[in-house]
Each structure stands twice: as structure tokens, then as C-alpha cells.
């Protein structure tokens, strides 16, 4: 097939060729004496990404998944409560992780279309006079339905409730996507994954870890080998591993962070929102809906869209793959033929994003849904117009004209 295929899943998101390059390269001993000149920056500079000073971050061969592993296993012991809200695939996925590690898992069902439910979270910690919670568990960006959570309100309730418990976030498509502040919000760990914001192969688990957590590793009784956070410190301070590390991608990471703190993490997060924009300006223009119901909860890495009653989102993205060769995000179990997911995040511009707007707004016309040619893409045209930088061309050209 001539041409790429557009990629516009929410993890893994595009690769840029920087990257690329970067990974292009001979193996090498990860034993050798250099590695630690290479290394020991990049810790550091990983924790500008996490927004952290007091904690620190862990590389693991894994992907996200073991990054929940290890945020528990080295903290909390069998039987430990903790706090969980299932609202969407992986928030349902970590609380199921949980159970088998045999935690004591209080949980809520809430709503798919809604964020974290603060009040729920405030009024368990204000009741838990014993402490008997041990840690309170959130996913920052439900990748699965496009819906932000509001991580400094988890951390207020905790404040208020003046209690103890660690806070652990699932940050995998906030952390280097959408504002995530570790330190400022009180962060014990928080878990991220290389192919969603990072841009790069699925394969690394990136941790980051607060001193408090650090501390809890102590007394946690779970059983662990590969993800011991005292092998990792370790063997990390010396700016080694305990084992093989996929050294290969670590240079695509080294790139990676580059490139994010090049254009500026807040540069990053400005962009992801303006896309987010132009996509969302598609949905309205469709006359369909986003799956979060109100615009407080609208993820700026991802947006899921509901298809309309009688369809079905399963013979839409296999009829935008096979047709138009775009990769869309499919509905998880929960919300599994209901919609369609548009990333907006990663090594991506306008015309990536109007790609997959056009693609989709093809293929849903190709399936019979009534939306009229060009009433997605010409709005999130204009959007992305309007909102542009000056073009760089000596001043002769005005956006807007
Ligand atoms: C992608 C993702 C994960 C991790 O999934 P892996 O397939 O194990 O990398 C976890 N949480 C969220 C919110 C994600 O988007």
C-alpha cells in the first residue's frame, strides 16, 4: 500500500524521525564505563517532566501495566485498603491489578462520562478516623473515554481529611502530555509509559517516586523481585541497572526529553489543547458528542466520540483502517462499539490532526451516519486558522487573511 498509514491511536502515538535516528543505532554494553556520564542526566532531567524535586524516577522494561505493579508492590501489603473509583478501562484494569496482589480495594462505580469523584474520595478519607486506607489510587487522563481528573482536588481531600494515605496516579497519557505537576499536587507515585506522550516504543514503564513512598517500601510486604525499588536506587545512583535495561530505547528517550524540554513542556501541553480543540471543534461540527458530558473532564491527549444510536464504532474503525488506512482508537469494553478515539498527542501538528479528522469524517459518511461532507473538517480548518502562528515569512502574510 502506497503512502502511511495515519496513526491517530492514543498510544502508541507517532515516532518522530528524531527519535527514530536515535534508536538507529549498534547495541552497546550497558555495563560499559560511559554509561553513568549518559545516564545520571537523564534521571535528572526526567524529573523535570514529572515536576518533581523530591522524588525520583524509576526506568523499567515493562510497559504502563508494570509501572501500576510496581507502584504497589513496593509500597503496600496484602490486605492494605485502598481507595479506587472505576471509571473507565484502565482505572478498571489497575483496581483488577490490585485485587490479584490481594489488596482490600474499597471502589466506586462512577459514571464512564465523569472524572474522579472528589466528593466520594473526601468523604471515605473524613470517615477513615483509623487510617485504615493506605493509599488512594486515580488515573489522571482516562485514555478510554478522554477524561482528565482533577489530581490537586484527590490531594485537597487528603489535606483535609489530614490523612496519611499515599496518592498514586496513573499518569500514562497525562505525564509529558497535559499539565502534571507531581510535587506541587502531592504525588506518591506516578506512573507513565513510553509510547504515549514520549513518543516511543511501548517497552519502558517510567516511575516517577516521592520520598514518602520511598519510605513505605520498608514496611510493604508484597512480594517483588524484577520491580524492587531498592535494587533500582541501588544500582540507579550509580548510573547503572539491575539488570539488562533496553538501552536502545533509553537513547530514544534521552531524545525524547530533549525534544520536550526544546519546545517546553508548556509549549507541549499549549499544542496538545489547541489540536484537542480543532478535533473537538470536528465533534460539534458533526453534530455528535464527546463522551465526557461536561467540557471540565475533556482530555487534551484524547478525544472519544460517540457514535450515534444504530451504529456501531467496531465497523467504523475497521472501515476507516481497511479503506483509508487510519488507525482510529477503539471502545473499550465498557464503552466498546459506542466510540471512537482521535488522539492528539505526541510528535503531531495540524495537518496529522486534520488527516484523521478527514479520515473519520469519510468513513462514517462511507457507514450511512448522517454527517453532511466537509462539517467536521471545515470547522476544525478554520479553528486551527484562526488560532495559527504569524507565518514566518518576513511579515507579508497575516493569519486570518
Ligand atoms: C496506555 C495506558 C496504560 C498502560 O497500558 P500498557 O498497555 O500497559 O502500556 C495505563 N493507563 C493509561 C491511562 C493508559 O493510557
Not at 499518569?171 to 514520549?198: C, L, N, T
Not at 450515534?308 to 488507525?327: C, T
Not at 484523521?356 to 479553528?383: C, F, K, W
Amino acid at each position: 500500500m502506497p503512502g502511511r498509514i495515519t496513526l491517530a491511536t492514543p498510544g502508541p502515538t507517532n515516532m518522530p524521525e528524531r527519535i527514530r535516528r536515535a534508536i538507529d543505532i549498534p547495541l552497546e554494553d550497558h555495563r560499559a564505563p560511559d554509561i553513568p556520564a549518559f545516564m545520571l542526566p537523564l534521571f535528572e532531567d526526567l524529573k523535570k517532566i514529572f515536576k518533581t524535586k523530591a522524588g525520583r524516577v524509576f526506568i523499567f522494561p515493562a510497559s504502563g501495566t508494570g509501572g501500576w505493579e510496581a507502584a504497589i508492590s513496593n509500597t503496600l501489603s496484602p490486605g492494605d485498603k485502598v481507595l479506587a473509583a472505576r471509571h473507565g478501562q484502565f482505572s478498571h484494569l489497575w483496581i483488577a491489578l490490585c485485587r490479584r496482589h490481594k489488596l482490600d480495594v474499597a471502589m466506586i462505580e462512577s459514571d464512564w462520562r465523569e472524572g474522579s469523584p472528589v466528593d466520594w474520595y473526601a468523604e471515605q478519607l473524613a470517615a477513615d478516623k483509623e487510617h485504615r486506607i493506605k493509599a488512594v489510587l486515580v488515573c489522571h487522563n482516562e485514555t478510554s473515554t478522554g477524561v482528565t481528573s482533577d489530581v490537586a482536588a484527590i490531594r485537597r481531600a487528603l489535606v483535609q481529611a489530614n490523612h496519611p494515605a499515599l496518592l498514586f496516579v496513573d499518569g500514562v497519557s497525562s505525564v509529558a502530555s497535559i499539565d502534571f505537576r507531581m510535587d506541587e499536587w502531592g504525588v506518591d507515585v506516578a506512573v507513565s509509559g513510553s509510547q504515549k506522550g514520549f513518543m516511543l516504543p511501548a517497552g519502558m514503564a517510567i516511575v516517577g517516586v516521592g520520598p514518602r513512598a520511598i519510605e513505605a517500601t520498608k514496611k510493604s510486604e508484597c512480594p517483588r523481585a524484577f520491580f524492587d525499588f531498592g535494587d533500582m536506587i541501588k544500582t540507579n545512583d550509580q548510573g547503572y541497572f539491575p539488570y539488562t535495561p533496553p538501552k536502545t530505547l533509553i537513547r530514544g528517550l534521552r531524545e525524547s526529553v530533549d525534544m520536550l524540554l526544546e519546545e517546553g513542556l508548556e509549549n507541549v501541553f499549549a499544542r496538545h489543547h489547541r489540536l484537542g480543540e480543532g478535533v473537538r471543534c470536528a465533534v460539534r461540527g458533526w453534530g455528535l458528542e464527546l463522551c465526557p458530558k461536561d467540557p471540565k473532564w475533556y482530555s487534551d491527549s484524547v478525544s472519544a466520540i460517540m457514535v450515534p444510536k444504530g451504529f456501531d464504532s467496531g465497523d467504523l474503525i475497521k472501515l476507516a483502517y481497511s479503506r483509508y488506512q487510519l488507525s482510529l482508537g477503539l471502545g473499550l469494553t465498557g464503552v466498546a462499539g459506542k466510540l471512537f478515539r482521535i488522539a492528539h498527542m505526541g510528535d503531531l501538528n495540524e495537518l496529522m490532526v486534520l488527516s484523521a479528522i478527514s479520515g473519520a469524517e469519510m468513513a462514517m459518511r462511507d457507514l450511512g451516519m448522517d454527517v453532511a461532507a466537509g462539517s467536521g473538517i471545515a470547522p476544525a480548518e478554520e479553528y486551527l486558522r484562526a488560532t495559527a502562528k504569524p507565518a514566518d515569512i518576513g511579515g507579508a502574510i497575516a493569519v486570518g487573511q
